[in-house]
Every structure is written in structure tokens, then in C-alpha cells.
């Protein structure tokens, strides 16, 4: 993109007309090609050939596809991934299913979804009851194939709790739609609970945030039967530190540095409430009507990250237990809160070394 911009408007305006041919052809990928999209294809060929071709060079000239597992990737970049060549197929699996359970192809595939059912492999969607639920009802996933493992390692009690009758639970909630496609939600025990028992799972809204801001690393959404959600952020403070720097003079340890900081988190954040450039991925009830800063990372190091860089939530939960109790209250809904003020003032007296990156941030 910034190679686009760089040869000036005409290149930007080419790019973004082949861009959005290339989405409408595609539609949610499944639907590539079909119907009135058939217009389209010379179209973006056409594009292909002067532009895309052209960028996948920049890659190597040879790449056909990435796969992509262990977080959920964007719906809007795959959408952008696989209109200039380069689609990014999704998939879905745990170790105990060695470990393929789904996967998208290039001749099944939809957006969003983690692919069909891997051959000679069962998946069921199941209530608390472990009764079936059909497609487009959301449930447990529930595996059985010569895949599964016959059991964790001299650990009876987990063996039980995860295989019964022979099917794997595999405590991850999802859904198959009416074309087969399994939609994997995140883990049972990460979902976030309204006062009226309503569940949602957080993984998406967090992957997103982190995913459309540079300004923000990780993001942890908190509601335990409450009647709004919450969020525990932290900042990417190399990116902060440097926007206050190249745009307005200022340091983290300042009063108006620290403000316009905050004021920017709060904008990056704003984008998927209603109004904001993203809105409408998401209920408005699940997204984060007070925000807490932190000015620590979820790392390996303090216990907050596991071995495969997922967050522990019931350990940042417990340890940040004051903290979240204060978002629900009045006080905290303003951003710019001492609580926020000091941590953004703590950012600019730690060592840049010890800034995180972005990285997957779902439950284990």
C-alpha cells in the first residue's frame, strides 16, 4: 500500500478500482464467480495483469495461498488477501486431533469460516446436553476420527473429561452453516456473559481491534454478567511514543501528552461503535464502554500469556480484579481517568526493548 501511494494518485485510484472489482467478484468466497459476478472476471483479469501480477512479484512471484491457524484472521483481509492473489485460507484443529479438524481450499472456501470437515472425520455441534443442534445453531464442536488421541498421558481424570463415547469435546464453541462450512467462535470458557445470560465470544472483537490499530497490542474484553463490557488494553508504546513525538512535540510523561495518548487509544477503540469506520462487525453490547490502560504487556514471562502465546484469562482477570471493578464505574467511562493518566506516564520510563508485539491473544 504504501508503494501504491507513493507512485501518486492515479496508481491509488487504479489499486482501489481493482481492489473493489476484485472483492465484488469474489464475494464471501464460497460465491466466487457465481451468478451476476461472471461479468466480472475479464475485469479482473484485466487488473491482474497490469497491477496484481505485478505486487505478487514483490512476494516472490510464485506464492499461491497462505494458511493461516491458531488465531481468527479477518474477514476484511482475506477479503483484501485473495482480490490481489494471495488468499489466505483458514483452518482449525487441536492437538488432540493430530491436529487437523477443518480446513479451507482453494475450491472450498469461504471467508470467515474455518473450512469443511476434514475427510473421514465426524464433527458434531452439540448443547450442554451433548444433544445435536443443526446447522446454524451455535454449540460445542465435537470431533470423532482416527485422528483423535486415545488419551493425555497417564492423566485418567483429563482423558475422561475430554473423550466420551469415543468423541473428542473440544470446549471450543462454534457452528456449521447450511453450505457446511464450520464457523469456529473461541473457547467456552473465555466467553463473555451479559446480565441476561447472554454469551458472546471476545476472540473476534479482540483479534480485531489489535488487528486494525498499530497503536495497540493486546486487548482483553471482561464481562462477567454485567450489563456493559469492558476492556484491558495495552498500548504498542514504540508506535504511541512515536506519534507523540512526530506529531505533536509531546511525551507520555506530560499532562497533554498523556492526554493525547489516551484520546487516541479511545479513537482507535471507537471504530467499531456505531458511527466508526468499522462498525457493524459486531453487537454494540460486547464492545468496551470503559477502557483500562495498562502499562505492563501479557507476557510468557508474568503468566499471562501460555506457551503458545494465548491469553490466561482467569490469571489476568485475578490479578487485575481492582482494576476491572473500577471500569464499572462511572468514573472510568471518561478515558482520560488518573488511572489511565499514570499508566501512559509509565509508558515513556520503560525501556523500548520491552515493548510487545502484536500476536494472537485468544484463550487456551
Not at 452439540?126 to 454449540?139: M, N, T
Not at 469492558?230 to 498523556?258: F, I, K, T
Request: proline share 5%; charged share 20%; glycine share 12%.
Amino acid at each position: 500500500e504504501s508503494g501504491v501511494r507513493e507512485k501518486g494518485g492515479a496508481a491509488r485510484l487504479l489499486f482501489r478500482a481493482g481492489l473493489a472489482a476484485g472483492i465484488a467478484y469474489n464475494g464471501d468466497g464460497w460465491s466466487r464467480g457465481r451468478g451476476w459476478r461472471r461479468v466480472l472476471r475479464p475485469v479482473c483479469r484485466l487488473f491482474d495483469a497490469v497491477l496484481f501480477r505485478k505486487i505478487r512479484e514483490g512476494f516472490g512471484g510464485k506464492l499461491q495461498y497462505f494458511i493461516g491457524g491458531g488465531a481468527l484472521l479477518d474477514v476484511e483481509l482475506q477479503k483484501f488477501f485473495c482480490a490481489i492473489g494471495m488468499p489466505m485460507y483458514q483452518g482449525y484443529g487441536l492437538t488432540e486431533a493430530a491436529p487437523v479438524i477443518s480446513a479451507n481450499t482453494p475450491l472450498r472456501h469461504k471467508f470467515g469460516s474455518s473450512g469443511m470437515p476434514a475427510p473421514d472425520l465426524r464433527l458434531r455441534i452439540c448443547d450442554q446436553a451433548g444433544r445435536d443442534l443443526p446447522p446454524g445453531s451455535q454449540g460445542e464442536i465435537v470431533v470423532s476420527g482416527e485422528n483423535v488421541m486415545a488419551g493425555y498421558w497417564n492423566n485418567t481424570e483429563a482423558t475422561a473429561a475430554a473423550l466420551r463415547d469415543g468423541w473428542l469435546h473440544t470446549g471450543d464453541i462454534g457452528y456449521v452453516d447450511n453450505d457446511g462450512f464450520l464457523f469456529v467462535l473461541g473457547r467456552e470458557k473465555s466467553l463473555l456473559i451479559g446480565h441476561d445470560g447472554e454469551k458472546y465470544s471476545p476472540e473476534g472483537i479482540e483479534e480485531s481491534i489489535v488487528g486494525h490499530s498499530p497503536y495497540i497490542d493486546q486487548v482483553m474484553l471482561y464481562n462477567n454478567q454485567s450489563p456493559a463490557t469492558v476492556a484491558l488494553l495495552v498500548p504498542n508504546r514504540d508506535a504511541v511514543l512515536d506519534w507523540l513525538s512526530r506529531h505533536h512535540g509531546l511525551r507520555p510523561s506530560e499532562p497533554a501528552g498523556a492526554e493525547a495518548a489516551l484520546l487516541l487509544l479511545g479513537r482507535e477503540v471507537a471504530k467499531f461503535q456505531p458511527g466508526g469506520e468499522c462498525a457493524g462487525q459486531f453487537p454494540a453490547r460486547w464492545l468496551p464502554s470503559a477502557i483500562g490502560v495498562l502499562d505492563e504487556p501479557f507476557t510468557e514471562q508474568n503468566r499471562f500469556l501460555n506457551s503458545t502465546l494465548k491469553m490466561v484469562r482467569w490469571k489476568i482477570a485475578a490479578a487485575y480484579a481492582e482494576r476491572l471493578a473500577f471500569l464499572f464505574t462511572p468514573g472510568a467511562k471518561d478515558i482520560l481517568n488518573d488511572r489511565n493518566r499514570k499508566a501512559i506516564a509509565a509508558l515513556g520510563e520503560i525501556p523500548r526493548a520491552r515493548s510487545s508485539s502484536h500476536s494472537s491473544t485468544q484463550d487456551q
